[in-house]
Each structure stands twice: as structure tokens, then as C-alpha cells.
């Protein structure tokens, strides 16, 4: 079975509870890319849970930046025909279709650069949901400095779906996680939020 469902945009990990859980990729709290040289690339992932838990769990890298787009594996019922037809085919030309055009699946405000970016999920690394938000901070793909921004949820596990504007934190963070993460939980939900728009 394939780990993500692009119907319903969900990942499937295993729940110590009951046994698989489905989980947006917004339920992600921290994304951490695994040392070495494996091939494929693997992504540890810390998750809330539908059962109301936190587990961890891992994603491979096409899992999270190319399923999403149908550039994977994947089938769905065709309602014309009744039939289940392989997804990919159809999803990936659209995908190709729109980047060739000009449009992003994920983009975020390089707040360093004083820009806006394309990017992908596994340049995301801490996400954290409030007030109906998500806080996300973003390694940039360009510059490689973070970028802590205030999104919808759907900006996140909607491929396309950009915010016409997000929230930036108006701070350059340390290189070091340990210390991002701590200073990206001090400024996450104090007021220095500052609207950018996200204009490519
Ligand atoms: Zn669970
Ligand atoms: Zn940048």
C-alpha cells in the first residue's frame, strides 16, 4: 500500500494505539532529514495523531515532495467510467502543467532574502498549528537560512493552494535546530508576525 493517499491528501503511519493512523501533512510537528547516505533519502518524522497522541514515524523523500503531486504511484476511482484507473498519469501531467506555468505547489517568505520562494515539504522542519494557523519553519532551498512563517493549513497539505499572504517572523535564526527550535517557540505566537505578500 502506498504510505500517501493523494485522494485525501493523507499520510499513513502506524499508531501504538490503533494501529495506522491518516494524518495531513500539517499534523507534522517536527521533520527531521535521517543522517547519511541512504538512498532513497528518509525523513524522521514526529506527528500528532489522530488518537490524540504524538508518535514518530518515517517518510521517504518522494513520499514527501513528489506523491502529492501524483508524480507517485496511486489509483482512484473514475466516476464516468466506474472503473479504478491508475492516478498518476493524470495528476503528474497537471502538476507539470501548472509548475511549467508559473505556479508552486508549496512557496514560503524567505524572510532573510526578503522574498518569496518555491519550495518543498521536506524543506519544512517544525510545524506548529495555533489559532487556527500553522507556525512553520522553513529551511530555505536557496539561501539554506530559516524562515518562520504563519499559514493556513491548507497552504501546507494543499499542493497549489498558496496564501495570498502569510505571516513572517521578523528575526534571523541560528543555524543550529536545537536553538531555532527553541527561539521559533519564544516567537511563535508573540505579535511580531508581519504580513508579506506571496507573490512569486
Ligand atoms: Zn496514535
Ligand atoms: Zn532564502
Given at each position: ?29 517536527t ?6 547516505p ?43 467510467t ?6 498518476a ?66 497552504h501546507?497539505?494543499?499542493?497549489f ?40
Open positions: 500500500m502506498d504510505m500517501y493517499d493523494p485522494l485525501t491528501s493523507r499520510y499513513t503511519f502506524a499508531c501504538p494505539e490503533r494501529g495506522e493512523a491518516r494524518v495531513v501533512l500539517s499534523s507534522f510537528r521533520l527531521e532529514r535521517l543522517p547519511g541512504a538512498h532513497p533519502v528518509v525523513y524522521s518524522v514526529h506527528f500528532a495523531c489522530t488518537c490524540g497522541g504524538e508518535h514518530d514515524g518515517f517518510v521517504r523523500h518522494d513520499e514527501l515532495d513528489w506523491a502529492p503531486l501524483g508524480l507517485e504511484g496511486g489509483v482512484f476511482l473514475n466516476l464516468m466506474a472503473k479504478v484507473e491508475p492516478v498519469d493524470e495528476l503528474g501531467a497537471l502538476a507539470a502543467t501548472r509548475i511549467g506555468a508559473g505556479e508552486w505547489p508549496w512557496s514560503f517568505y524567505c524572510f532573510p532574502e526578503e522574498r518569496a520562494r518555491p519550495v518543498f515539504p521536506s524543506a519544512f522542519f517544525l510545524l506548529s498549528p495555533g489559532e487556527g494557523r500553522l507556525g512553520l519553519a522553513v529551511r530555505c532551498p536557496a539561501c539554506r537560512r530559516t524562515s518562520v512563517n504563519l499559514v493556513s493549513h491548507d501546507v497539505d494543499v499542493p493552494h498558496n496564501d495570498r499572504e502569510v505571516g513572517v517572523v521578523e528575526h534571523v535564526f541560528p543555524e543550529d535546530v536545537r536553538a531555532t527550535l527553541d527561539a521559533f517557540r519564544a516567537e511563535l505566537w508573540s505579535s511580531s508576525f508581519d504580513a508579506r505578500r506571496l507573490a512569486l
